[in-house]
């Protein structure tokens, strides 16, 4: 079936390291792609998004991702992280013909550590 | 101050029960969704709703009902044939083609 995987379900990282999480969909044809994510007992938002144009995506809170066509992929990077990062990391994309319905991935739930 | 709200913040079901969760938004926005959230799973499509009166099924409609009689306006029921209901309930609304998806705080059922 066609998805949206994260492949990465837990995350610990000491502040300061630098971070990529993974995201891999299997839609053929033109994706629109998201990350969102979900700090504890907060709302989900939106981080970063692509629709078109320069496949390097920057986003709030320093974060960017790159959509890689070739690689299916649409990986979210932070140089350096902090403790407040600490959160759930969630990928979605709209496939073709989609509609405008998200379909998202399992998930990255990332812990910093001090 | 514009958004998506969502209530109760928690909500519990007995046994063979029908409960209804509300989403209200005041961004003027003309679609509507509803997600489940579950553990290890990310978020799945239950319903969605593009235009007022009109909806369809996600990926995960059995057991659940909806209905959009306003634009503002997009509850959720969960019936007594959900025969695992216990999860985080999020909705979220979009304008636009193209436009980002906004997401309330969420209700999460539990079974008693």
């Known amino acids: 079936a066609q998805s949206v995987s994260q492949h990465n379900h837990h995350v610990i990282l000491s502040e300061a390291a630098s971070l990529e999480l993974g995201c891999n969909y299997s839609y053929g044809g033109t994706v629109n792609l998201f990350w969102y994510v979900q700090y504890p007992g907060q709302h989900l938002q939106l981080l970063l998004k692509y629709f078109s144009g320069d496949p390097l995506v920057k986003g709030i809170k320093g974060f960017e991702a790159e959509f890689i066509k070739s690689k299916f992929s649409f990986n979210l990077r932070k140089p350096s992280v902090q403790w407040s990062d600490t959160a759930e990391y969630f990928c979605a994309v709209i496939p073709p013909g989609g509609g405008n319905k998200l379909t998202f991935g399992t998930g990255t739930q990332l812990k910093v550590e001090l | 101050d514009g958004g998506i709200t969502q209530s109760p913040k928690y909500l519990f079901r007995k046994e063979g029960q029908n409960v209804t969760l509300s989403c209200e938004q005041n961004l003027n926005h003309d679609a509507m969704y509803w997600y489940r959230q579950d553990p290890g799973q990310g978020l799945r499509l239950i319903y969605y709703s593009q235009i007022v009166n009109d909806f369809q099924k996600g990926d995960i409609a059995e057991g659940y009902s909806v209905s959009r009689e306003k634009k503002e306006s997009f509850p959720l029921t969960v019936t007594s044939a959900q025969k695992n209901p216990t999860a985080f309930y999020l909705c979220?609304?979009?304008?636009?083609?193209?436009?980002?998806?906004?997401f309330g705080p969420g209700t999460r059922l539990l079974v008693l």
């Open positions: 979220a609304s979009r304008t636009g083609s193209q436009e980002t998806q906004y």
